[in-house]
């Protein structure tokens, strides 16, 4: 990332009638990021890339690309190119003809069409495959055409609508490391739309989590999963245990929160809440410890004796290989989520459905949320 800004979104609002798809939204994007605008179905993120992409118009506020005001400048006209969710590539044209017809369409001349659509293949991994017909390639390759068809007109700015959804799993996870390769390998800024969690974290340098309409968060993948600002946010990225309960202790170097359901849970910080007020901390589900029940609950080694630490009971566990998932049921029936690494082939017969134990996490552990 050079740190310019190549677009900036102006207090962007959208309405369709009476529903507000976009609310006074503002977003500086820099030159040679891979930034993703991530949120739940229906919550403004596709309408946001298709007032860039310049299908739809703002019904307020600006929308900049390298300083220009390209809110109302036809599509065809904005130095953007756009990859579809159902890749659209043209089934009665070769590969190669798909690729260079944008470029025809721009009056480029035959030698160079096809000299930029080799060198896009190239570029994609489909070298040698020009001659095929859509219809001869994997969902994988048709998303490559996709892309050097994109690629091939060098526009500042490539935007990326769900570009991995009609994949199959195991070749999501191949393209997403493709995808970002490609990125670094020709510096273009990519501005990919996605509500797949894993997909944003995984690609993206920052991410902008959206919700009815209104940007809730815009950080690095790992600031909005460990210091989330919202209870949605750190509900929607990832999966979070969250305790409601009173801030009795705000010191500098110190918190306390008392929770109905976890008893008192210290913090090795202070968080400047409201004195005596409701907030909620955040746990993991990775960041909890599994203990076999004794008589003496384990001692956590960063917070003083009985702070973070509950009894439980083993309601259901999932083996998915790398790691086991439990739910385990504490006090008042309230279920927790642990995620336990399988560090060895043996693991998955630590706990059993039904075993009594105690569960635990650091001070450092928690996020503490403020609404």
């Known amino acids: 990332m050079s740190g310019n800004p190549i677009i900036s979104f102006e207090n962007i609002t959208k309405r369709f009638g009476k529903t507000t798809a976009v609310d006074n939204v503002s977003l500086t994007i820099n030159e040679g990021e891979f930034f993703s605008l991530l949120g739940p179905s229906g919550c403004g993120k596709t309408t946001l890339l298709r007032m860039l992409a310049g299908f739809e118009m703002p019904t307020e506020g600006r929308i900049l690309i390298d300083g220009k005001d390209v809110s109302t400048v036809p599509p065809n006209q904005r130095p953007v190119n756009m990859v579809f969710q159902s890749y659209a590539v043209f089934p009665h044209m070769t590969v190669l003809d798909n690729v260079a017809y944008g470029l025809k369409m721009d009056g480029v001349g035959a030698a160079e069409r096809r000299e930029r659509a080799e060198e896009a293949l190239k570029l994609v991994q489909l070298a040698g495959y020009g001659v095929r017909k859509p219809d001869q390639l994997s969902g994988g390759q048709r998303q490559r055409v996709a892309l050097a068809r994109a690629l091939v007109k060098k526009p500042r700015v490539l935007l990326l609508d769900e570009p991995l959804s009609a994949l199959d799993a195991k070749l999501r996870d191949q393209m997403r490391s493709e995808l970002t390769s490609l990125q670094q390998k020709v510096g273009i800024t990519f501005i990919m739309v996605t509500h797949d969690q894993d997909e944003a974290l995984a690609m993206a340098t920052r991410c902008a989590v959206m919700n009815r309409g209104l940007l809730q968060q815009v950080a690095t993948p790992s600031d909005l999963y460990e210091f989330p600002n919202s209870r949605f946010v750190a509900d929607f990225i990832g999966s979070v245990n969250m305790f409601e309960g009173t801030l009795d202790v705000d010191a500098k170097d110190h ?82 989520k642990v995620v336990r690494p399988n560090l060895t082939r043996w693991d998955q017969e630590d706990f059993e459905l039904g075993e009594q134990v105690w569960i635990s996490f650091h001070a450092c552990s928690p996020a503490v949320l403020l609404s």
Request: avoid cysteine; charged fraction near 25%.
């Open 255 to 336: 918190a306390i929160i008392n929770t109905q359901e976890m008893g008192p849970v210290y913090l090795d910080h202070g968080v400047t809440g409201p004195e005596k007020g409701t907030v909620w901390a955040a746990v993991r589900p990775e960041k909890i410890e599994l203990h076999k029940r004794t008589d003496t609950p384990p001692k956590v080694d960063d917070a003083p004796e009985g702070y973070n630490v509950a009894a439980g009971v083993v309601k259901h566990m999932v083996y998915l290989g790398s790691e086991t998932n439990y739910e385990i049921e504490i006090a008042g029936g309230r279920l927790i």
